[in-house]
């Protein structure tokens, strides 16, 4: 009997042992876990800082734009801003070609394709939507007319690209504006005898080139029509 109840006692205390080990196991895990969640909970607040200012950084430069420290120009994006200031305060014209276009690394063979082409970072093609305002347009002419009347600080007649004192002036100009466009290399005139003696003297290997005749929609201020007209090249 004395036997037995030594027997029992011992493995009542190795379970006692046994038990106090995994309670000391467990604890330790607790802890460690309590730990890590002061950690989380400290790196969340870290966080909730952190975005809290950038909101309010956001909020700000979305007040005040982005502005070019050039001329009085303003735009909605910082991509805004560096389209207008590689269109209007790089020279172009007097750089060595072929050249990169500095916004996508497209290679062109002269100023005429590189002024054209740099229009185009100005919108997306959807129909083709302002990359600073809401605008759509139907096409790439209707784009270069809205840009010449909102976002330039030279009021550009989109079609003709002559400037204007202020956006009235540009407008009425707008009402009576026509130009012909060559299709092949898109040089402009005024009057239709001009644009067909370029296509004969320019390009006298085509038996026909196509002519583009541009000017604002009536019934829309905001649109451009483009009727499509082919000379032969004789």
Known sequence: KDSYISVLENKIKEMDSKFEMILNVQSAKIEKLEKENEE???NLKVFERKLENDENTITDKTLE?????????KSNSEHGLKVHTTRKHTNLENEKYPKMCELCEKKFG???EMKRHMKTHSYKEAKFKCEDCE??????ETMEVHLGKFHTDS???GLCERSFGNIEILETHLNTCEIYRCRKCYHKETNISNIKAHAEKKHPGLQATLIFHL???RNDKNEVSSTEHWHTNL
């Open 155 to 157: 009021f550009e007649c």
């Open 215 to 217: 000017k604002m929609k």
């Open 65 to 73: 734009g982005f502005k070019c420290s050039k001329c009085d120009f």
């Open 110 to 112: 002269n100023y005429v």
């Open 135 to 140: 605008f759509v347009g139907e096409k790439f």
């Open 40 to 42: 989380v909970v400290k």
